[in-house]
């Protein structure tokens, strides 16, 4: 079955530090995602991105976060500078469409990515 | 600011019986409805989902329940089995045209089911 991929798994951060996320989105999906979920709280939209732009961003993605697809499959998201807030789980997904109206799309969302700020 | 809202942090449940899983949400505009399973250090896995001209999905042991009325859907999942076990969590998405996946999300409710 098709997946969402993410590197790394864990990742261990100084504050103030640049750090990439890698995703693999599922092939033939358009639309891709960040989401994240800091510890015991809940899973909260970033950023989705179509069509090599981004189209919805939420309060928390600000311009320290930064997302790129720089080839036919890769989708990453770049944090300029950490924070100790930073510190949380980070899940790509991905949907063949849109999600919304009734279109009835899904989002298959990756292991996650987590990351540590110290 | 709770628009999607699982008052239940936990629930258990013997084998074999059903398990009810509740989500109340607050912004009419929703009208798509999905549910997640998610097991610790991993990603939420799609379980089924529910547009809001539907009442009711059905996907094998897996079936949800949509009042519009009362901003309310359920999961039930029956039989429950032990590898149901995990925090299940309810994700509503806004009525834009094209809405772009801006998933809003419960804080979740961790099933345990008992032998």
């Known amino acids: 079955e098709p997946e969402v991929t993410q590197t790394p798994s864990h990742q261990v951060t100084q504050m103030g530090q640049e750090v990439i996320l890698r995703c693999v989105p599922i092939?033939?999906?358009?639309?891709f995602y960040w989401y994240r979920q800091i510890l015991g709280q809940k899973v909260e939209f970033l950023v989705s991105f179509y069509n090599n732009e981004i189209s919805e961003k939420s309060e928390i993605f600000d311009d320290q976060f930064s997302v790129e697809r720089p080839d036919g499959s890769n989708f990453t998201l770049k944090i300029r500078s950490t924070k100790l807030e930073d510190s949380a789980m980070y899940f790509c997904?991905?949907?063949?469409?849109?999600?919304?109206?009734?279109?009835?799309?899904?989002?298959?969302f990756g292991e996650g990515s987590w990351l540590t700020v110290v | 600011d709770q628009q999607v809202k699982q008052n239940s942090p936990s629930l258990s449940v013997q084998e074999g019986r059903i398990s009810i899983l509740n989500c109340d949400y607050t912004?009419?505009?929703?009208?798509?409805f999905l549910w997640y399973k998610k097991y610790p250090a991993e990603g939420p896995t799609f379980l089924i989902s529910?547009?809001?001209?539907?009442d009711k999905n059905e996907d094998g042991r897996f079936t949800v329940f949509l009042n519009k009325s009362a901003k309310h859907l359920s999961l039930h999942i029956v039989p429950s089995q032990p590898g149901d076990s995990a925090v299940y969590f309810c994700a509503a998405s806004r009525q834009y045209g094209g809405s772009q996946g801006n998933l809003i999300f419960g804080k979740g409710t961790k099933l345990s089911v008992k032998p």
């Open positions: 529910i547009s809001s001209i539907k």
């Open positions: 912004n009419s505009m929703f009208d798509y």
């Open positions: 997904a991905s949907s063949a469409r849109g999600v919304g109206g009734f279109s009835g799309n899904t989002i298959y």
């Open positions: 092939s033939n999906h358009l639309y």
